[in-house]
């Protein structure tokens, strides 16, 4: 069975294997949380793609046979390139959702949430010019929120406070169509939800990029037996933390394993 690779990083692409897991139950996975390097959002397009690209040989290396970036930063910095480098690989990446609230919106005004990295991208670039013609997109850059989230501070008053400084201009402003750019976000979606006000439709990608994965499989069946265990992931950064992390987000207990850089490349750690 193909294995897929998913990588973030943090435990922002956690929303997305939630999704993994619910609609594709039995697909086995290698997930790779960059939280050494966390957060990438402030870090240059540049430094985001050589990251990428390290995690990528990791978990090709690995067995991985799809790889899911589950970032909407290294998607936005990176995505294009690996497809490049890595033409007989199927890549699925993240974008906001543009598409979908310029469609649903009926204020004519779209509120993203993403990274400064995100929107430096040329791809929500282009996402603005195809969809973006005939409504406001109004960007909010939201830097407290992935630190929140990797801290796990999901319901801290210092939580809703970071999240009512960004959602609240974007209500001010009229939206209807709230899009999580960042996969981090889905995390805080209560919090934003109570700023927010049910007149607001929230998007998380999500659930589409699950389907999308779904579709590659059909279509890029490799057989053969997965060795171990059907989940395997990797932190760069504190494994017992990380390990926490799954049970608190993903209700998952699973020990989590140490991989770092070196100058190799992302490797496995002895320790
Ligand atoms: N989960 C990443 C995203 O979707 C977070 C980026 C960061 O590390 O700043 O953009």
Not at 124 to 134: E, P, V, W
């Amino acid at each position: 069975m193909t294995r897929i690779g998913v990588f973030d990083s943090g435990v922002g692409g956690l929303s997305v294997v939630a999704e993994l897991m619910a609609q594709l139950p039995a697909q086995p996975l290698i997930y790779v949380a960059d939280q050494a390097n966390a957060p990438y959002g402030q870090r240059s397009l540049a430094e985001i793609r050589e990251l990428s690209h390290g995690i990528t040989r990791f978990l090709l290396s690995r067995g991985a046979h799809v790889i899911v970036i589950a970032c909407n930063t290294a998607s936005a910095a990176a995505l294009h390139w690996l497809r490049k480098q890595y033409p007989g690989v199927p890549f699925v990446g993240m974008e906001p959702a543009v598409k979908p609230a310029a469609e649903r919106t009926r204020s004519r005004h779209v509120g993203v949430m993403a990274t400064q990295a995100t929107f430096q991208g040329e791809l929500f670039a282009s996402l603005i010019s195809r969809f973006g013609a005939d409504v406001t997109v109004h960007t909010q850059v939201c830097p407290a929120l992935v630190p929140l989230v990797e801290a796990g501070e999901l319901a801290t008053d210092r939580a809703r406070a970071a999240v009512a400084s960004y959602v609240t201009p974007l209500i001010d402003a009229g939206v209807d169509e709230l899009v999580l750019g960042c996969t981090h976000y889905p995390f805080l979606r209560p919090l934003i939800e109570a700023v927010a006000g049910p007149g607001v439709e929230i998007i998380d990608p999500a659930p589409a990029v699950a389907r999308q994965v779904g579709r590659v499989l059909a279509h890029h069946n490799a057989q053969g037996a997965v060795e171990g265990m059907r989940y395997d992931f990797y932190t760069t950064g504190d494994p017992a933390t990380f390990t926490r992390s799954l049970r608190e987000l993903l209700r998952l207990s699973h020990p989590a394993k140490q991989a770092a850089w070196t100058p190799r490349g992302l490797q496995i750690s002895q320790i």
